[in-house]
C-alpha cells in the first residue's frame, strides 16, 4: 500500500467518524423513547388486565396479593350475578340514556355556537367567547353548591334529563373551543362560491362545514360521550333514587357494610368499560385530527 492509499484511507474515515457517532446517539435515543413508551403501555393496561383477571376468577371474596394477571381457574358467575343482581341492566340503559343524549345535546349546540364565532363578526364576540372559555378554568367541585341548588330549584333531582341538562351545559365550552377551530380553517372562498350559488347560513352549514369538520365534530362527540359514561361526583349528588343511578354509582352499590365482593365489582367494571372501548375505537381514526385540527393555521 503505497503512503498516498493510506492517506486516503485515513481521510475516508474520519469523514466516516462524525456520521457514525450522531447515528449510534439517534439509536441509543429512540430505544429509550420506545422503551418509554412500552413502559408507558404496560402501566396502562396492567389495572386493566388484573380487573378482567380478577373477573374470571371463582371465590374472589379478597384480593389476591400479589395480583394475577391471567385468572386462576375461569369461571363467568361473577357476570352473570353482577348483570342479574343490583338492577345492573337497569343502570346500564341510565348510562347509555344519558350519555347518548348528552353527547347529541353537545355536539349540535357546540356546532352551530362554534360556526357563529368561527364565520360571524357581532359586537363583542371577543369577550364572550373568553367568558365562555373561562369556564373551562374553574374546577368542577367548586361550583358543585350553586349547581345543587340550581338543580333543586329547577326540580331537576333524581331526574336523568336533569344529568343530561348539566353535563351539556359543562361540555359546551370545551367541544365549542375545539370546533371553532376547526371551522376557521375552512376556506372563505368555498364560502363566498355558496353565497353566490344562493345558499343561506343553514345551507352553508350543513353542506360545507358540517361534512368538512367529520373529524372534529366525532372527536366531540367521543370527548362528550365519554365525560358522562365516566361522571361520579354529580351524579351522587343530585341522585338518590337508586332506580336513577348511572353505572358509576352501582358499581359503587356493590360494595357492601360488611366487605366487598370484588368478583362482582371487577366483573361490572369491566361490562361497563366495554362501550367506552368501542365508542374509543370507533372515533379513533378521527381522534387525532379532529384534536390537531386548530394547531396549524
Given at each position: 500500500?503505497?503512503?498516498?492509499?493510506?492517506?486516503?484511507?485515513?481521510?475516508?474515515?474520519?469523514?466516516?467518524?462524525?456520521?457514525?457517532?450522531?447515528?449510534?446517539?439517534?439509536?441509543?435515543?429512540?430505544?429509550?423513547?420506545?422503551?418509554?413508551?412500552?413502559?408507558?403501555?404496560?402501566?396502562?393496561?396492567?389495572?386493566?388486565?388484573i380487573?378482567?383477571?380478577?373477573?374470571?376468577?371463582?371465590?374472589?371474596?379478597?384480593?389476591?396479593?400479589?395480583?394475577?394477571?391471567?385468572?386462576?381457574?375461569?369461571?363467568?358467575?361473577?357476570?352473570?350475578?353482577?348483570?342479574?343482581?343490583?338492577?345492573f341492566?337497569?343502570?346500564?340503559?341510565?348510562s347509555?340514556?344519558?350519555?347518548?343524549?348528552?353527547?347529541?345535546?353537545?355536539?349540535?349546540?357546540?356546532?352551530?355556537?362554534?360556526?357563529?364565532?368561527?364565520r360571524?363578526?357581532?359586537?363583542?364576540?371577543?369577550?364572550?367567547?373568553?367568558?365562555?372559555?373561562?369556564?373551562?378554568?374553574?374546577?368542577?367541585?367548586?361550583?358543585?353548591?350553586?349547581?345543587?341548588?340550581?338543580?333543586?330549584?329547577?326540580?331537576?333531582?333524581?331526574s336523568?334529563?336533569?344529568?343530561?341538562?348539566f353535563?351539556?351545559?359543562?361540555?359546551?365550552?370545551?367541544?365549542?373551543?375545539?370546533?371553532?377551530a376547526?371551522?376557521?380553517?375552512?376556506?372563505?372562498?368555498?364560502?363566498?362560491?355558496?353565497?353566490?350559488?344562493?345558499?343561506?347560513?343553514?345551507r352553508?352549514?350543513?353542506?360545507?362545514?358540517?361534512p368538512?369538520?367529520?373529524?372534529?365534530?366525532?372527536?366531540?362527540?367521543?370527548?362528550?360521550?365519554?365525560?358522562?359514561?365516566?361522571?361520579?361526583?354529580?351524579?351522587?349528588?343530585?341522585?338518590?333514587?337508586?332506580s336513577?343511578?348511572?353505572?358509576?354509582?352501582?358499581?359503587?352499590?356493590?360494595?357492601?357494610?360488611?366487605?366487598?365482593?370484588?368478583?362482582?365489582?371487577?366483573?361490572?367494571?369491566?361490562?361497563?368499560?366495554?362501550?367506552?372501548?368501542?365508542?374509543?375505537?370507533?372515533?379513533?381514526?378521527?381522534?387525532?385530527?379532529?384534536?390537531?385540527?386548530?394547531?396549524?393555521?
Amino acid at each position: 500500500m503505497t503512503r498516498t492509499e493510506l492517506m486516503t484511507r485515513r481521510a475516508d474515515a474520519s469523514q466516516l467518524q462524525p456520521r457514525d457517532a450522531p447515528a449510534r446517539r439517534l439509536n441509543v435515543w429512540a430505544i429509550l423513547r420506545l422503551a418509554a413508551v412500552v413502559g408507558g403501555a404496560l402501566m396502562m393496561i396492567a389495572p386493566f388486565l388484573i380487573m378482567v383477571s380478577t373477573s374470571l376468577e371463582p371465590n374472589t371474596a379478597t384480593l389476591p396479593n400479589p395480583p394475577h394477571f391471567l385468572p386462576q381457574g375461569v369461571t363467568t358467575s361473577n357476570y352473570e350475578e353482577a348483570w342479574n343482581g343490583n338492577d345492573f341492566a337497569g343502570y346500564f340503559f341510565n348510562s347509555t340514556y344519558v350519555s347518548v343524549l348528552t353527547t347529541v345535546a353537545v355536539v349540535v349546540i357546540s356546532s352551530l355556537t362554534a360556526f357563529a364565532f368561527a364565520r360571524f363578526d357581532f359586537p363583542g364576540k371577543n369577550f364572550v367567547f373568553a367568558v365562555l372559555l373561562a369556564g373551562l378554568m374553574i374546577p368542577g367541585i367548586v361550583v358543585i353548591v350553586p349547581q345543587f341548588v340550581l338543580a333543586k330549584s329547577l326540580g331537576m333531582l333524581d331526574s336523568l334529563d336533569g344529568l343530561v341538562f348539566f353535563y351539556t351545559a359543562g361540555q359546551i365550552a370545551f367541544t365549542t373551543f375545539l370546533l371553532r377551530a376547526f371551522f376557521e380553517r375552512v376556506p372563505r372562498e368555498l364560502d363566498e362560491a355558496m353565497t353566490v350559488d344562493g345558499a343561506g347560513i343553514m345551507r352553508k352549514f350543513l353542506v360545507l362545514y358540517v361534512p368538512l369538520a367529520r373529524p372534529a365534530l366525532a372527536t366531540a362527540a367521543v370527548f362528550s360521550f365519554l365525560g358522562s359514561w365516566d361522571e361520579y361526583v354529580w351524579a351522587l349528588t343530585v341522585i338518590s333514587d337508586a332506580s336513577k343511578r348511572t353505572l358509576p354509582l352501582g358499581i359503587a352499590a356493590f360494595q357492601g357494610e360488611h366487605g366487598t365482593a370484588w368478583g362482582l365489582v371487577f366483573a361490572a367494571s369491566t361490562m361497563a368499560v366495554l362501550p367506552v372501548i368501542a365508542v374509543y375505537v370507533a372515533g379513533q381514526k378521527h381522534l387525532i385530527s379532529g384534536i390537531t385540527a386548530g394547531a396549524v393555521k
